[in-house]
């Protein structure tokens, strides 16, 4: 079984819905990074998260750590064409200083006008 | 954000030949430097860990002696695919990890004819 799970797979909306990503991890987390990519480009950093508990906003993008169920959440807010792209959490599960991550297998959001 | 540069972004090679592929941290400067490998739709593999003056710390299933990494300074790291084969040919990107996080290149995409 996958270390790292996201759901949806895939997710299209409507411009204006809010939406929301998950991510559970199999291992405890010692810290939830998000990240962006469009499709055969780079991953852009969205957000990282390490206590539990811990909410972080930008702009109209909202992400949660739930420590205790091994879970994070990523929401979107009033969506825009401009968020479409690939999301990919990655779990920090060894606590080391090198932050070495392990990916989901990502999200593909579709926005539509 | 921090930036981090892959060249070339796209090579093209002939079966047998060697490929290398350079990751510069350029505004910062990077201890550990990480290499994935990504398939179409799917999420990122980390081939290895790259650390500043010593030797990579490769993945298992990763063959060390067909994807050679050397971290020759702390804003540069250098993946030599030798002897590639068709079934190397892939999305390969680099990041350089901070303090804060991971940032990531643009990404090398490899294909072997």
């Known amino acids: 079984s996958q270390e790292l799970e996201q759901s949806p797979q895939s997710l299209i909306v409507q411009e204006g819905k809010n939406l929301t990503i998950n991510c559970t991890s199999s291992?405890?987390?010692?810290?939830l990074y998000w990240y962006k990519q469009k499709y055969g480009e780079g991953l852009i950093f969205l957000m990282m998260l390490q206590k539990g508990g811990e909410e972080k906003s930008h702009e109209k993008i909202t992400a949660k750590l739930d420590e205790k169920k091994q879970q994070s959440s990523l929401h979107i807010t009033a969506s825009q064409p401009s968020h479409a792209g690939i999301y990919l959490c990655g779990a920090d599960n060894s606590g080391g200083s090198n932050y070495k991550l392990t990916f989901g297998k990502g999200t593909l959001l579709t926005v539509n006008p | 954000g921090a930036v981090v540069s892959q060249h070339p972004s796209r090579v093209i090679c002939k079966s047998g030949t060697s490929v290398k592929i350079e990751c510069r941290s350029l505004?910062?400067?990077?201890?550990?430097m990480f290499w994935y490998r990504q398939f179409p739709k799917q999420s990122l593999m980390l081939m290895a860990t790259s650390n500043e003056g010593s030797k990579a710390t490769y993945e298992q299933g990763v063959e060390k002696d067909k994807f050679l990494i050397n971290h020759a300074s702390l804003t540069l790291s250098t993946l030599t695919v030798t002897s590639a084969h068709p079934e190397d040919s892939s999305f390969y990107i680099c990041s350089a990890s901070t303090v804060e996080t991971q940032y990531f290149g643009p990404g090398t995409r490899l294909l072997v004819l």
């Open positions: 291992k405890t987390l010692y810290g």
């Open positions: 505004d910062f400067q990077a201890t550990t």
